[in-house]
């Protein structure tokens, strides 16, 4: 495929809608997980569960830690007691963030809005060029992250229309870094008890931090792939990782990020080191197929939307062809999509 003339409808599949995943299956690890040959797409049928036999002792698995905000809260303009929804995206200051605002002609630089019985409190600060705004919040008691884990609720995807009783089944068991506005969703399958078990076992797990952005949300609008301009988010890698990750390469061990933000973050890294060293930054790495990669010798992911970012990256390590045959058969298989769906290894 030529780089040149990749098109977004390149990447469109046909996935019908009883096929989108509404709720997380129990327990977690239940779900299913296609494993599908990186050189002759070859795919085989397994569950999550069964990813312990699918890793050899000395592989090492990055996980992305982010915790996700309750960022969605509801109030009322102070002056006129009409209905407002904020969703927080990400903070600019001690007390300012990025929102975003609906009904929008409501939240005019100035005005004043009330949350949760009065325990917190935002002035519109500032309007930005695409109609977010930058919010002043006061606190009347804790802070912030403690009244949100109150008032707030999850900034579920669009996609997904059910309500989720239990917060905790949008984060990660292992999510420690608060900061995402969306969950990176690829490690929603692991347990504790198994992440015990891959270590029993001799596999090594590491974690990075991507605070994800809702531009993963966000639609590729331009019809020619190149035309696309990725969102900027924030990462950090640790020592520990860095120092992992290269005794993993000497020893012949295998490299797999869970999830596209992992490898989002170790790719962005070695790009601007040429190895991936302890660092943090900011980053908008766009990956599509033609892609050079550094650091993966696999991927766990979900299956994703069509035409998006992220099915772009995955046909950039398993290859377009493969990519588009294993997702036409996960779609003849009914195998569960997005967020809250199925698995999928490539190694």
Same mark, same amino acid.
């Given at each position: 495929?030529?780089?040149?003339?990749?098109?977004?409808?390149?990447?469109?599949?046909?996935?019908?809608?009883?096929?989108?995943?509404?709720?997380?299956?129990?327990?977690?690890?239940?779900?299913?997980?296609?494993?599908?040959?990186?050189?002759?797409?070859?795919?085989?049928?397994?569950?999550?569960?069964?990813?312990?036999?699918?890793?050899?002792?000395?592989?090492?698995?990055?996980?992305?830690?982010?915790?996700?905000?309750?960022?969605?809260?509801?109030?009322?303009?102070?002056?006129?007691?009409?209905?407002?929804?904020?969703?927080?995206?990400?903070?600019?200051?001690?007390?300012?963030?990025?929102?975003?605002?609906?009904?929008?002609?409501?939240?005019?630089?100035?005005?004043?809005?009330?949350? +949760?019985?009065?325990? *917190?409190?935002?002035? $519109? #600060?500032?309007? =930005?060029? !695409?109609?977010? &705004?930058?919010?002043?919040? @006061?606190?009347?008691?804790?802070?912030?992250?403690?009244?949100?884990?109150?008032? +707030?609720?999850?900034? *579920?995807?669009?996609? $997904? #229309?059910?309500? =989720?009783? !239990?917060?905790? &089944?949008?984060?990660?068991? @292992?999510?420690?870094?608060?900061?995402?506005?969306?969950?990176?969703?690829?490690?929603?399958?692991?347990?504790?008890?198994?992440?015990?078990?891959?270590?029993?076992?001799?596999?090594?797990?590491?974690?990075?931090?991507?605070?994800?952005?809702?531009?993963?949300?966000?639609?590729?609008?331009?019809?020619?792939?190149?035309?696309?301009?990725?969102?900027?988010?924030?990462?950090?890698?640790?020592?520990?990782?860095?120092?992992?990750?290269?005794?993993?390469?000497?020893?012949?061990?295998?490299?797999?990020?869970?999830?596209?933000?992992?490898?989002?973050?170790?790719?962005?890294?070695?790009?601007?080191?040429?190895?991936?060293?302890?660092?943090?930054?900011?980053?908008?790495?766009?990956?599509?197929?033609?892609?050079?990669?550094?650091?993966?010798?696999?991927?766990?992911?979900?299956?994703?939307?069509?035409?998006?970012?992220?099915?772009?990256?995955?046909?950039?390590?398993?290859?377009?062809?493969?990519?588009?045959?294993?997702?036409?058969?996960?779609?003849?298989?009914?195998?569960?999509?997005?967020?809250?769906?199925?698995?999928?290894?490539?190694?």
């Amino acid at each position: 495929m030529n780089i040149n003339d990749m098109k977004k409808s390149d990447f469109y599949y046909d996935l019908p809608k009883e096929l989108i995943a509404q709720h997380p299956v129990e327990p977690r690890n239940s779900s299913r997980m296609m494993k599908i040959d990186r050189q002759t797409g070859e795919c085989e049928h397994l569950h999550f569960y069964n990813l312990c036999d699918c890793l050899k002792e000395g592989d090492l698995l990055v996980l992305n830690d982010s915790r996700v905000l309750p960022a969605r809260i509801y109030g009322e303009r102070e002056d006129t007691g009409s209905f407002i929804e904020f969703l927080l995206l990400e903070q600019r200051g001690n007390d300012e963030w990025e929102i975003l605002c609906r009904p929008g002609k409501k939240a005019k630089k100035g005005t004043f809005f009330t949350f +949760g019985g009065g325990r *917190l409190r935002a002035e $519109i #600060t500032d309007v =930005l060029e !695409d109609g977010n &705004r930058i919010a002043k919040f @006061y606190v009347s008691e804790g802070n912030i992250y403690s009244v949100l884990d109150e008032i +707030g609720q999850m900034p *579920l995807p669009p996609y $997904i #229309t059910e309500k =989720l009783d !239990d917060k905790e &089944r949008y984060q990660t068991v @292992y999510s420690n870094e608060i900061g995402s506005a969306a969950a990176p969703t690829a490690g929603l399958h692991f347990t504790k008890e198994m992440l015990a078990d891959l270590e029993s076992r001799g596999i090594n797990i590491a974690y990075v931090t991507l605070h994800v952005g809702l531009g993963t949300f966000r639609p590729v609008k331009e019809e020619r792939v190149l035309d696309h301009k990725m969102h900027s988010e924030h990462y950090e890698i640790p020592e520990r990782t860095a120092r992992l990750i290269e005794q993993t390469k000497s020893k012949g061990g295998r490299v797999i990020a869970v999830g596209t933000t992992s490898c989002r973050t170790l790719e962005s890294a070695a790009a601007l080191y040429g190895k991936v060293i302890a660092c943090d930054g900011r980053t908008e790495i766009f990956i599509y197929p033609g892609f050079e990669f550094k650091v993966l010798d696999g991927l766990i992911t979900n299956f994703h939307l069509p035409e998006s970012t992220l099915i772009m990256l995955v046909s950039a390590f398993l290859g377009y062809e493969n990519t588009m045959n294993a997702y036409r058969l996960a779609v003849e298989e009914k195998y569960r999509f997005f967020s809250f769906g199925d698995s999928m290894m490539i190694v």
